[in-house]
């Protein structure tokens, strides 16, 4: 009764749905007699608060919410932080008090019975700001939030004996996430019952029901978080939002369901943004170009407060500064500053991407340095034993990293050339990703008539789990994929999860259904054993059907935790690009993204996820960037300010996988949601150097900067 | 992103119209610009005249010669016009770059034109073209040459009781043709500049730039020199002299060498 459905290209099942419009996003969900939420936020990057004035009475308006409101209801958001490291406790107020730290901070909640009235009220609330000098530059803050320094090896000692040693300042600007659908939050309380109940559209249900149970003092059985159909996140929807929070403080504060979804500007100015970190690296190289040693001071630009996860991506860009290389000695800090701009957070890569961009630029300047080919240069130094375990501590679980970079150089067809109109150049990244880690739940039950349930801690939000977690199930239990229904994101019904965020959800969502699946069937043998009166090993499934064990024992199920240490996945990206000599236009002609995700559940959702992690990664290269002017304002507030890329835009991608199953779990599969963000802003900045002889530029790459680049490399 | 409350009016003719209109209304013709500006609040009109109603202003025809478009044309019927690509195809090739199909299929070109966007492209056309713009009020009819009709970005000489209710494009010279270039970020965006260009035998030449000011201006000094003989680079380069920033006056002198070059091929 088996059926080969792991390693199929099966189409999205969830996408019939998603495209009839049978979906039930946040905002399609409306409870009768909502109050709706209009947030007051600070237009001032830097102020005091001196006073807040309420309006009189406004036909529709039911009340407004200030910080002192919260007192006795609502904490600040919890701060996580790393290993072996500092960060501050200081968590995001879910209102300002006396100061605001950035524009676009929550300054009060208004509720009123529509939106647009929360939104007119929202306008008549006096705020008297007392503006005071904001700190935009991360280097120039005074504020440290977060500090991490390792040090393995004799770094010193081999910097000073270095036949070679190469440096290098990198800088990669902060993002906005835009996902499709914003934020939004719906909270109901019943005093009766004393129980609150949160709709919400986040990556998990767990970590928000958790960061509720902290923020409100409220024990979490007494809280259901219901997350629905969501349209995508990037990372954006990971950690609890203080809005979220004030939505449900609003709920039991006014006793009313209270909704909130945000509008496109306020994704932009209050949503975490992404990366926003620079690096000086230094590289010690002896003569035979090896790498001997590494240095990097991480520069992270944190905003004004710290979100439950800000702290997390540049301790992970730290620890993977030794790359896919076999470097001995790091000396690596990162030093996160406090600055009057939104916080950061995970976003597609999270701190991956700046790793890959900060190491693999330094290489390529490197082996330009020493007059060496950047493959060759990079050929030398790769690991090939594994599992390894890095300068930093981290061990990589296994990998083929020179077969990942011999496929990039073949499929991208390395290419130079340049003429009166343009000039052109060929670039590669390469890169390893933590992925996994912690722990992730499911539960299998047999279904009356023989089909099977799937209860899984892991949720959706654009990834198919629907898909792919439906082929590990039938698989295991050798069952048709139609014959498999997934459930997700309820609290209330899904066993208590970790959540889709670092590349998790198949290594550990889909291990734990595996696990599941296989108690599951383990019982389902006991049982047809007993029928049939033989051994469960000797069950023959061909007289004997899963509807028959149904039948005589109803309602069977079993869970599984699964657990596991970080997987890594790895890849080589190359890239092609051309720059307009007159205009200084950047257009990247084609791209080969090799990934080594381990075993790979659905060749054809993987693919989608590389080719939708290459988009994002190309974005940063080309339009994406979320400025500030010199007093703090946000200048990407909409899409006329803030550009993403069309279909137009996007190159051909060659997309490769290679396979190297992670030891670590039942499937041997990594992660591959982020490898395509991950190694093409890497690829892309080396091939735009190259095409400009060496010249160094950082994303975006504006045609004023190549322009202005290109005249420089000429002169 | 709730608009500030206003009153809201559908007149269904011209004549219904224009006694509403005056400096506290809006009119709302396709509303690819006006609904996010009334959506962010920056408009604020105490009343908007939607005049999606008035099929009186939809028609494209050039019975007498010139061509004559009605302000709520949507831009879609003047892309897909089998009067207007051979005899005026700057006004099809402009009107592809505007935004995306979905836009276009909701804008009109009357509201495009009385928006007045400096990255506008229809505008630009129109100056290279030497249209005219023709206004009702309540109190008569007035017409304005295009290249007198914008007069700073997002302001025009239509006042407020006024409303636009055709384009007019008169017959270019024998054998004229025309280029069109613009660079843009990404596909549909907003353009960062552009360039329209009219040339015909006989020393005629039109070269409209957009977006490198607040309006659509004509490069008189290129056309001239383009007129008596100039090759595309230095024209462009004439057309662009005086733009601000070395790197924005490279990239217009580059789209107008590209739009001359296409008229000229």
Same mark, same amino acid.
């Given at each position: 009764m088996t059926a080969e459905l792991v390693g199929r290209? @099966?189409?999205?099942?969830?996408?019939?749905?998603?495209? /009839?419009?049978?979906?039930?996003?946040?905002?399609?969900i409306d409870p009768p007699g909502a109050a709706h939420a209009a947030f007051v936020r600070s237009p001032f990057a830097h102020a005091r608060i001196a006073r807040i004035t309420v309006p009189d009475e406004l036909a529709g308006l039911i009340g407004v919410i200030t910080a002192s409101d919260l007192d006795g209801h609502a904490r600040d958001l919890p701060v996580q932080g790393f290993e072996d490291g500092r960060v501050s406790e200081e968590?995001?107020?879910?209102?300002?008090?006396?100061e605001v730290r950035y524009a676009g901070q929550p300054v009060a909640a208004v509720l009123a019975e529509s939106r647009a009235v929360a939104e007119d009220a929202a306008e008549l609330l006096e705020v008297d700001y007392e503006p005071l000098a904001p700190v935009l530059d991360a280097r120039r803050s005074e504020d440290t939030l977060t500090h991490w320094h390792r040090v393995r090896g004799d770094v010193e000692g081999l910097f000073g004996s270095a036949a070679h040693v190469v440096r290098a300042s990198h800088s990669l600007p902060r993002l906005a996430p835009v996902p499709m659908e914003a934020r939004g939050a719906i909270a109901s309380y019943d005093q009766a019952g004393d129980m609150l109940t949160v709709w919400v559209s986040a990556q998990d249900s767990h970590r928000q029901l958790a960061g509720l149970a902290a923020v409100l003092g409220r024990p979490e059985d007494s809280i259901h978080v219901i997350v629905p159909d969501v349209g995508g996140a990037f990372g954006s929807k990971g950690a609890p939002a203080p809005e979220t929070m004030l939505v449900a403080a609003a709920a039991i504060i006014s006793g009313r369901t209270v909704k909130w979804t945000e509008d496109r500007e306020e994704n932009f100015v209050a949503s975490y943004q992404g990366r926003g970190m620079e690096a000086d690296v230094e590289l010690a190289l002896d003569d035979d170009a090896r790498i001997l040693a590494i240095r990097a001071r991480i520069h992270a630009d944190l905003g004004g407060y710290l979100m439950p996860t800000t702290a997390i991506p540049a301790h992970t860009t730290a620890m993977l500064m030794c790359g896919v290389y076999d470097i001995p000695a790091a000396d690596v800090e990162v030093v996160g500053r406090r600055t009057n701009k939104v916080p950061t957070g995970p976003y597609r890569g999270a701190g991956r991407p700046e790793a890959a961009y900060f190491l693999e630029c330094t290489v390529d300047v490197a082996a330009r340095r020493l007059g060496i080919d950047p493959l060759e240069l990079r050929r030398r130094n790769l690991i090939r034993e594994l599992p390894y375990e890095t300068a930093l501590g981290w061990t990589y679980d296994s990998g083929d990293y020179r077969r990942c970079l011999d496929l990039a150089e073949e499929l991208v067809e390395p #290419?130079? /050339?340049?003429? #009166?109109? /343009? +000039? =052109?150049?060929?670039?590669?990244g390469m890169y390893v990703e933590r992925a996994g880690g912690l722990f992730e739940t499911a539960e299998a039950e047999l279904l009356p008539g023989g089909g099977l349930l799937v209860r899984s801690g892991s949720s959706p939000h654009g990834q198919g789990h629907d898909t792919t977690f439906a082929q590990i199930a039938a698989e295991r239990l050798g069952v048709a994929l139609e014959d498999v229904e997934l459930r997700f994101g309820d609290s209330a019904e899904v066993p208590r999860g970790v959540g889709t965020f670092a590349s998790r959800s198949v290594a550990m969502g889909g291990s734990a259904v595996v696990q599941a699946v296989d108690a599951l069937k383990e019982k389902c043998a006991r049982v047809a054993a007993r029928l049939r009166g033989t051994s469960p090993d000797e069950v023959d499934w061909r007289s004997m059907s899963l509807a028959e064990v149904a039948g005589a024992e109803p309602g069977l199920r079993a869970s599984a935790r699964f657990e596991s240490e970080l997987v890594f996945?790895?890849?080589?990206?190359?890239? +092609? =690009?051309?720059? #307009?000599? /007159?205009?200084?236009?950047?257009? +990247?002609?084609?791209l080969a993204a090799v990934d080594d995700a381990g075993t790979i559940v659905n060749p054809l959702l993987a693919e989608g996820q590389v080719i939708?992690?290459?988009?994002?990664?190309?974005?940063?290269?080309? =339009? #994406?960037?979320a400025a500030y002017d010199e007093e703090g304002n946000p200048t990407f507030a909409s899409f006329v300010g803030y550009s993403l890329l069309t279909a137009a835009e996007m190159p051909p991608v060659i997309t490769e996988f290679v396979e190297s199953p992670s030891p670590l779990n039942p499937l041997g599969a990594k992660g591959i949601g982020e490898g395509?963000?991950?190694?093409?802003?890497?690829? +892309?900045?080396? %091939? @735009? %150097?190259? %095409?400009l002889g060496g010249v160094r530029v950082d994303p975006p790459f504006t045609e004023e900067k190549l322009w202005s680049a290109l005249r420089e490399a000429n002169s | 992103m709730k608009p500030a409350p206003f009153d809201y009016r559908s007149p269904a003719s011209v004549d219904e119209t224009l006694p509403l209109l005056g400096p506290d209304s809006t009119v709302l013709a396709g509303g690819q610009s006006l609904v996010p500006l009334l959506n962010l609040r920056l408009a604020r009109p105490e009343l908007v005249v939607d005049v999606n109603g008035i099929s009186e202003l939809d028609y494209i025809r050039s019975d007498d010669g010139p061509l004559r478009i009605g302000a709520m044309t949507r831009q879609v019927t003047l892309e897909r016009s089998e009067l207007v690509r051979p005899r005026w195809p700057l006004l099809h090739d402009a009107i592809v770059f505007v935004g995306h199909p979905q836009i276009r299929s909701r804008g009109t070109v009357g509201g495009s034109v009385a928006h007045a966007d400096p990255a506008a492209e229809l505008p630009a056309a129109l100056v290279a073209l030497d249209a005219r713009i023709h206004l009702r009020s309540a109190g008569g009819a007035r017409s304005v040459a295009a290249g007198d009709f914008f007069r700073g970005a997002l302001y025009t000489a239509r006042e407020p009781h006024e409303l636009l209710v *055709?384009? *007019?494009?008169?017959?270019?010279?024998?054998?004229? &043709?025309?280029?069109?270039?613009?660079?843009a970020r990404t596909h549909g965006d907003f353009a960062t500049a552009g360039a329209a260009v009219v040339v015909a035998p006989g020393g005629h030449a039109a070269i409209a730039l957009f977006g490198a000011g607040p309006v659509p201006a004509r490069a008189n000094a290129a056309e001239r020199a383009l007129a008596?003989?100039?090759?595309? &680079?230095?024209?462009?380069?004439?057309?662009?002299?005086?733009?601000?920033?070395?790197? &924005? &006056?490279a990239l217009c002198a580059e789209l107008v060498r590209r739009a001359i070059e296409e008229a000229t091929e």
């Open positions: 290209p @099966v189409r999205r099942r969830e996408d019939e749905r998603i495209l /009839r419009g049978r979906t039930r996003y946040l905002d399609d968590g995001h107020p879910l209102l300002a008090r006396d #290419e130079e /050339r340049s003429d #009166e109109e /343009r +000039v =052109v150049g060929t670039g590669f996945s790895s890849g080589a990206y190359g890239a +092609v =690009v051309e720059i #307009e000599r /007159r205009t200084g236009r950047l257009r +990247v002609l084609r939708g992690g290459t988009a994002q990664g190309l974005g940063q290269c080309l =339009v #994406e960037e395509g963000a991950i190694g093409t802003p890497a690829a +892309v900045a080396n %091939a @735009v %150097a190259d %095409a | *055709e384009l *007019e494009v008169p017959e270019q010279p024998e054998d004229a &043709r025309s280029g069109f270039a613009e660079h008596e003989g100039a090759d595309p &680079r230095e024209a462009a380069a004439l057309a662009a002299e005086g733009i601000d920033g070395e790197h &924005r &006056r």
